[in-house]
């Protein structure tokens, strides 16, 4: 296999791993909290706003390492640094 | 396919280049301004008001009242800053309707720019409001040998902000633009209306989260409520 080979192909599967397990983390995580707050909303529907809102800035947090991992991938595949260079190298 | 509008010229003039960023900028700030003179145009205070004033009434009313139950305190000095991240954010995403429209909060030179804002905002307002000594106080909190994270945490929060934005907006787009290779009927049009829920979300995260910097920045803390005060900072993290 040459370089140009071996780049593209790692590229593309480190891509998939990256969003793969990136987003199971996060996805359990959500899926915690969510049910937490269910929860605090069905005891105390007065506190309705607060909860919703806190909740909603909480899964922003815990959903920006997911991001984090999908931009990784989407560099990778889109805009990979490795692959234009060898690409001006080769030609 | 463009991961970000920085790369579409729209038009160059003497060697100047005026990418899609800029110019759907400029868009979304001339439509702001637009409608805010429209509305500001005849106020009044009587009880026949016209239906842009009553429009912009209920907007700022509500994020003044969101700003406030979120610091705790009076929501008037936050409210130019807050409000207008939060505005432009939200048109900028909702123009996506638009054809041809790329949303400048999608490339993140836009969303480190509003990230570094909130940066530079927290202390200004802090030390505004607290004085300088007592603001740079809180990084040796709860001890001194915690001041490197701290300040670590300074970074790494703005970063969070700008990428967060970024990420959300730009998966949207991209979405779109690869189910339009797989499905090309109807799929792209209901992640569309997907994408425009996550740009309104996401332009209220934004704003909530640099409230509640801002919030934990100005906070005067009384020696009651000390011990209250840290746990509750340990959250805001």
Same mark, same amino acid.
């Given at each position: 296999?040459?370089?140009?080979?071996?780049?593209?192909?790692?590229?593309?599967?480190?891509?998939?791993?990256?969003?793969?397990?990136?987003?199971?983390?996060?996805?359990?995580?959500?899926?915690?909290?969510?049910?937490?707050?269910?929860?605090?909303?069905? /005891? /105390?529907?007065?506190?309705?706003?607060?909860?919703?809102?806190?909740? %909603?800035?909480?899964?922003?947090?815990?959903?920006?390492?997911?991001?984090?991992?999908?931009?990784?991938?989407?560099?990778?595949? %889109?805009?990979?640094? %490795?692959?234009?260079?060898?690409?001006? /190298?080769?030609? | 396919? #463009?991961?970000?509008?920085?790369?579409?010229?729209?038009?160059?003039?003497?060697?100047?280049?005026?990418?899609?960023?800029?110019?759907?900028?400029?868009?979304?700030?001339?439509?702001?301004?637009?409608?805010?003179?429209?509305?500001?145009?005849?106020?009044?205070?009587?009880?026949?008001?016209?239906?842009?004033?009553?429009?912009?009434?209920?907007?700022?009313?509500?994020? @003044?009242?969101?700003? @406030?139950?979120?610091?705790?305190?009076?929501? #008037?000095?936050?409210?130019?800053?807050?409000?207008? !991240?939060?505005?432009?954010?939200?048109?900028?995403?909702?123009?996506?309707?638009?054809?041809?429209?790329?949303?400048?909060?999608?490339?993140?030179?836009?969303?480190?720019?509003?990230?570094?804002?909130?940066?530079?905002?927290?202390?200004?307002?802090?030390?505004?409001?607290?004085?300088?000594?007592?603001?740079?106080?809180?990084?040796?909190?709860?001890?001194?040998?915690?001041?490197?994270?701290?300040?670590?945490? #300074?970074?790494? @929060?703005?970063?969070?902000?700008?990428? @967060?934005?970024?990420?959300?907006?730009?998966?949207?787009?991209?979405?779109?633009?690869?189910?339009?290779?797989?499905?090309?009927?109807?799929?792209?049009?209901?992640?569309?209306?997907?994408?425009?829920?996550?740009?309104?979300?996401?332009?209220?995260?934004?704003?909530?989260?640099?409230?509640?910097?801002?919030?934990?920045?100005?906070?005067?803390?009384?020696? !009651?409520?000390?011990?209250?005060?840290?746990?509750?900072?340990?959250? #805001?993290?």
């Amino acid at each position: 296999m040459s370089s140009i080979d071996i780049i593209g192909a790692v590229s593309i599967i480190t891509a998939g791993i990256t969003i793969a397990l990136g987003s199971i983390g996060p996805a359990i995580g959500e899926g915690m909290a969510l049910a937490r707050a269910l929860g605090a909303i069905a /005891q /105390q529907p007065d506190e309705a706003n607060t909860i919703t809102r806190t909740l %909603f800035v909480g899964l922003a947090m815990v959903e920006s390492t997911a991001i984090y991992c999908l931009v990784i991938s989407v560099i990778l595949i %889109f805009a990979n640094p %490795f692959w234009n260079y060898v690409l001006s /190298q080769v030609g | 396919m #463009d991961i970000t509008p920085d790369t579409i010229i729209i038009f160059q003039w003497n060697g100047i280049q005026i990418n899609a960023t800029i110019f759907y900028t400029w868009v979304v700030m001339a439509l702001l301004i637009f409608i805010s003179w429209l509305a500001t145009r005849n106020l009044t205070v009587g009880p026949k008001i016209n239906r842009w004033q009553n429009f912009l009434e209920v907007i700022v009313g509500y994020i @003044r009242q969101q700003v @406030r139950e979120i610091t705790q305190q009076n929501p #008037d000095p936050f409210i130019p800053f807050l409000g207008t !991240l939060f505005l432009f954010i939200s048109i900028s995403n909702l123009l996506a309707i638009i054809p041809g429209y790329q949303p400048p909060t999608g490339s993140l030179s836009t969303t480190s720019a509003l990230a570094i804002c909130v940066f530079f905002a927290i202390p200004i307002f802090g030390i505004a409001k607290k004085g300088g000594l007592a603001y740079f106080k809180h990084y040796l909190e709860p001890s001194i040998f915690m001041a490197p994270f701290n300040v670590i945490g #300074d970074f790494s @929060r703005t970063l969070a902000l700008a990428v @967060r934005l970024f990420g959300n907006v730009m998966s949207g787009t991209l979405i779109v633009g690869v189910l339009l290779i797989i499905t090309p009927l109807f799929v792209p049009i209901i992640m569309q209306v997907l994408g425009l829920l996550i740009g309104q979300i996401q332009a209220y995260i934004f704003t909530v989260l640099a409230t509640v910097y801002i919030a934990s920045a100005t906070r005067v803390e009384n020696k !009651l409520e000390k011990n209250e005060q840290k746990e509750g900072s340990k959250e #805001d993290e």
